[in-house]
């Protein structure tokens, strides 16, 4: 069971002027939290001109002729040269962390040939290259400090090829209008 006070498994959404432009309107599924380090998963960023498949193939992974694995997603800033596969739980290795109810996370070449078209394939999942970290209390006072809203994770936000309005689907989960928000922040 997670402690509740930890957010793996949840979604971070930017807010306006969030300071950091590889992060403006990113919608984050937070993989693993824990008092020393957060780290997660970038889920509405498609790499310009990088498909799953091309990818596939300069690893020179064979690909069933129907599987279509999509583009591939910039998960963040750290390691962007390493690659992620969230993906839901009925495709399962040693090496997958489960991340929220339906959706894990492995980073083995063995996920990579089920998403070609191996025989036991996830039914979705998402390549990503890089992922976003946080220190010890730095994502805590990020969100303290209004940088991120919290919501929780589906498997149409963080699989569904709509990138463009992951963002604002995830704010309407919290019932927020985007117009409405401010890129200034402040307390009451």
């Known amino acids: 069971m997670m402690d509740s006070a930890f957010l793996s498994g949840r979604l ?7 300071g950091d432009p590889r992060f403006e309107r990113s919608l984050i599924l937070i993989c693993a939290h824990d008092a020393g380090h957060a780290m997660g998963i970038a889920v509405n960023q498609p790499i310009e001109g990088l498909s799953a498949s091309e990818l596939l193939d300069r690893l020179e992974i064979e ?39 339906g959706i894990t996370l492995t980073t083995t070449r063995e996920v990579l040939v089920a998403m070609a078209g191996g025989d036991s394939h996830p039914r979705k999942a998402a390549l ?6 946080w220190g010890a209390g730095q994502l805590e006072r990020e ?15 963080v699989f569904d090829g709509d990138y463009d309005t992951k963002w604002t689907r995830a704010l309407a989960k919290l019932r927020i209008d985007p117009k409405f928000l401010s890129a200034e922040g402040g307390r009451a």
């Not at 971070?12 to 969030?18: C, F, S, T, V, W």
Request: charged fraction near 20%.
């Open 12 to 18: 971070l959404i930017a807010m306006p002027g969030i």
């Open 63 to 101: 690909r069933a002729a129907d599987a279509d694995a999509g583009p591939v997603l910039l998960g963040g800033p750290v390691e962007m040269e390493r690659g992620f596969v969230l993906h839901t739980d009925d495709y399962h290795s040693e090496h997958s962390l489960p991340v929220v109810d």
């Open 128 to 133: 990503a290259l890089g992922y976003a970290g």
């Open 143 to 157: 969100i303290r400090d209004n940088v991120w809203l919290v919501c929780d994770a589906d498997e149409a936000l």
